[in-house]
């Protein structure tokens, strides 16, 4: 095994002294994919047998639990068309839909805050997209009124309401109008900066562009500034990227998002202007990962778990110091303790017991909303084993480690015998060293941190033979 293929990238930052181990045979064996576990069961577990009284029915325990919410908004619409984009969107100029949906938006969120309870904190609220950007901030305004009229939005500087931004869709007004209304975090659209690669997306971005927004954001007091990349997209290579991230490291954002490029233009119709011979070889993927993730940990970014680095003092990073990370659709979150209402077309509920998501076709939520109809079709019921194993799953996912006696507190279970298969499974991966067992924890290995999507699939009940092919590959 030469130098490179097995290289110990970082010492640990963590309580349990993990650091990163890049063991390339083992990432080619056990591979990256699998599901990204923002839900448990996942959204391909989702049936249209969830119906709307077991929506009504979740809401009602939810709204009887009490507790503070979340709340995702679903704006689709983009100006233009990234050839690359596996979001639910719908590409448009016309910039006089924004009104409308919006004002669909209000009469969902009326009838959900009444189902949930008005009176609940809105710890965080997240835009999503889509562009959110793409509203005119007359909008925006009407938009978050609205909200704040029929929701209780947390006012305070523990709040933690985030927006996600196409630095392209921002004029001089967009940022201090998010501010106005009440946004503490964004996240930045960039992909890569090197014009060739943003030629073949369709994504013209220059630097200048992303620095401008990112520095304007800085000065109003936005924190946790992420940007989002991604690696495998056509015509880059280890150098070009290697430049890019220079650029941005040189911008310093708090978080970064390190995507994988799945090409599945099947799938995803805008990705059939992708050229398959254009990508970089899985040879080259996998190089770029590795430069990236060696980079990022020298410049001083903790590698938070999946596709997330984070500056050591960054919230998502002291959360995780302090084992209060947790996952949701949002990814890693510092709020656990608050059910899902989402909004929009495509968006997906939370709560203690189930998910539940609009229709991904634009005309039926405007159809169903204008009919008065909620717009849910799919979505799961947990059973208890759901609710274990999901537990399960985000310890490992957020903090690479399980506790026996923690388990055993939280689910009045015995962990060996609710797992006893899993366990026997686990054998191979201890074996491989992915994984380490004394009897009081299991914990992910260095070299297991990278394929934790591996590990945490042997715990999820609807995959256990690894069944990860409806999933993107990373390699
Ligand atoms: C909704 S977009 C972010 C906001 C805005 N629409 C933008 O593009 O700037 C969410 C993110 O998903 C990521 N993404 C979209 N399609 C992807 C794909 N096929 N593979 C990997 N990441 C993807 C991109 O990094 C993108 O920034
Ligand atoms: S990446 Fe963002 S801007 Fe581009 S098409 Fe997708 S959602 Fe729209």
Redesign the pocket.
């Given at each position: 095994m030469n130098s490179l293929a097995k290289s110990r990238l970082v010492q640990g930052h963590d309580e349990a002294g993990n650091g990163l181990v890049w063991d390339e045979a083992l990432i080619r064996r056990y591979d990256l994919s699998g599901p990204r576990y923002t839900s448990y069961p996942t959204a391909v577990e989702f049936t249209p047998d969830f119906t709307t009284a077991d929506l009504l029915a979740a809401a009602e325990r939810s709204r009887v639990q009490g507790g503070p919410l979340s709340l995702y908004t679903h704006l689709p619409f983009?100006a233009r068309l990234?050839y690359?984009?596996?979001?639910n969107?719908e590409v448009t100029r016309k910039r006089d839909k924004a009104m409308p949906y919006v004002e669909r938006l209000l009469k969902e969120a009326t009838a959900q805050a009444r189902l949930f309870g008005a009176e609940r904190q809105v710890r965080q609220l997240h835009w999503?997209?889509?562009?959110?950007t793409f509203l005119p901030t007359a909008a925006m305004r009407e938009l978050m009124a609205g909200y704040r009229d029929l929701f209780n939005l947390q006012s305070d500087d523990a709040r933690d309401f985030s927006v996600?931004?196409?630095?392209?869709?921002v004029d001089d007004q967009t940022l201090a109008t998010l501010w106005d209304l009440g946004f503490n975090r964004i996240?930045?659209?960039?992909?890569d900066l090197n014009l060739k690669v943003q030629k073949a997306v369709n994504?013209i971005q220059p630097l200048n562009m992303t620095r401008a927004v990112l520095d304007e954001a800085r000065y109003l007091g936005f924190r946790s500034i992420n940007l989002?990349?991604?690696y495998?997209l056509p015509f880059q290579t280890p150098e070009s990227f290697a430049e890019t991230l220079e650029q941005v490291i040189e911008m310093s954002p708090d978080r970064l998002?390190v995507?994988?490029?799945?090409h599945l233009p099947e799938r995803?119709f805008p990705?059939t202007r992708i050229r398959a011979e254009d990508l970089p070889s899985p040879a080259d993927k996998l190089t770029i990962l590795h430069n990236t993730i060696n980079r990022l940990l020298a410049a001083g970014y903790e590698y938070i778990g999946m596709d997330h680095f984070a500056k050591p003092d960054d919230s998502l990073a002291v959360a995780q110091r302090h084992g209060e990370l947790h996952r949701n659709f949002q990814g890693y979150t510092t709020h656990s303790d608050c059910d899902l209402v989402s909004l929009g077309v495509s968006a997906i509920g939370q709560t203690d017991d189930a998910y539940f998501q609009n229709t991904s076709v634009l005309a039926d939520w405007e159809q169903a909303i204008d009919d008065g109809r909620l717009a849910v079709v799919r979505g799961v019921q947990l059973t208890d084993d759901d609710r274990i194993r999901r537990w399960v799953i985000g310890q490992l996912i957020c903090h690479f480690r399980l506790d026996r006696q923690q388990f055993e507190q939280t689910w009045g279970r015995a962990f060996d015998a609710y797992f006893a298969d899993e366990l026997r499974q686990l054998a191979g991966m201890e074996n491989d060293g992915l994984v380490a067992d004394d009897g009081h924890a299991l914990q992910v290995q260095p070299q297991g941190r990278l394929l934790i999507r591996a590990i945490c699939q042997l715990f999820d009940h609807y995959r256990k033979d690894g069944a990860g092919q409806r999933f993107?590959r990373i390699i």
């Open positions: 983009c990234c690359y984009c596996a979001c969107k999503g997209g889509g562009t959110p996600e931004i196409d630095p392209r869709e996240s930045l659209g960039v992909q994504r989002d990349l991604i495998g998002s995507f994988s490029y799945a995803f990705q993107s």
